[in-house]
């Protein structure tokens, strides 16, 4: 039985990184906070040689000050107690401690917004949270456009199109979500789109409870990276997971909600507009009520 199952792990990883590698994937990255709390720890490689020479140096020029200082205490003591405090105050030099530079200490450096992205792509790339999902995925589905948006649109989960390609709305709902920006006068690059799920579940059907769940995390801090001033769910199920409520669509449209800061309206999923196509005139009164909202002219019936 043991050995059953280890075949069959060892079966679900080997397929798994074969995605990935389709994919386009080199490597899996750490969290960023872990990142970044080992790299205020650790000192690289290629700096242990030039931390040493500096360390003698300094050993050598400071043997008097050493001994005003401390008392007649050896330069080799004073120069571990300041690595200690380095080691402690990484990062903290308003705290009074060392930067850790002298001690060849790297330093976190803060990730642009682009490169924040960039790395948790590739954290949610390597993610087998949802067993299922991650082996029936071809790739995972991250999200598109302008990492500077005043406006995101945060839609439900991949479909068949966007397992394929990569890219979220793609597919015939895409489309309509193309004709809906170009409708309030935006361009597709002007905006930032991304999914509660980010594999698609099988055969399209509503995300589950626990699968939401497990991607929480990542839909979380992907929009505490983006930071919109405007965020737009699209469908009663981007809605409910963002703002925790089981409360109907219905009950949810005509209004802003504050989630971390951004302004969030939410509107149908262009996959209902489709088979509802009635309820377009009522997804238009939610857009124009956005675009006043965000201080943009609001073009005419004709232009969309």
């Known amino acids: 039985m043991e050995q059953e199952l280890w075949s069959r792990s060892c079966r679900a990883l080997r397929q798994r990184l074969e995605s990935l590698q389709r994919a386009g994937v080199g490597q899996c990255v750490r969290p960023p906070e872990r990142l970044a709390a080992k790299q205020a720890l650790r000192v690289p490689v290629e700096t242990v040689a030039e931390a040493a020479l500096l360390e003698k140096r300094q050993d050598a020029a400071s043997t008097h000050a050493v001994g005003d200082v401390s008392g007649g205490s050896s330069a080799g003591g004073l120069g571990k107690r300041q690595d200690a405090a380095s080691t402690h105050a990484v990062g903290s030099p ?49 999200g598109v456009g302008d990492p500077q948006a005043r406006l995101a649109f945060f839609g439900e989960a991949p479909g068949a199109d966007e397992d394929r390609l990569g890219e979220p709305f793609v597919g015939a709902a895409g489309k309509l979500l193309d004709r809906i920006l170009a409708a309030c006068g935006l361009r597709r690059d002007e905006v930032y789109i991304l999914n509660v799920l980010k594999c ?13 769940a497990n991607c929480r995390p990542f839909f979380e801090r992907q929009l505490q990276i983006l930071q919109p001033e405007f965020l737009c769910c ?46 377009k005139r009522e997804t238009w009164e939610d857009m124009k009520m956005l675009l006043s909202a965000m201080g943009r002219p609001i073009p005419e019936p004709r232009q969309r």
Not at 112 to 139: F, H, I, Y
Not at 241 to 267: E, K, N
């Open 94 to 142: 308003a705290a009074g401690g060392s930067t850790g530079r002298e001690a060849g200490v790297s330093q976190p450096v803060p990730l642009s917004r682009p490169a924040a992205l960039d790395a948790l792509r590739q954290e949610v790339a390597c993610c087998l949270r949802c067993p299922a999902l991650s082996a029936s995925r071809t790739q995972t589905v991250f």
């Open 200 to 212: 698609r579940p099988p055969d399209n059907r509503t995300p589950g409870p626990e699968e939401i």
């Open 234 to 279: 699209l469908g009663a199920t981007a809605a409910q997971a963002l703002l925790r409520t089981t409360q109907p669509l219905g009950r949810l449209r005509g209004r802003f909600f504050d989630h971390q800061g951004s302004q969030v309206l939410v509107t149908y999923h262009p996959a209902y507009l489709l088979r509802s196509p009635d309820k």
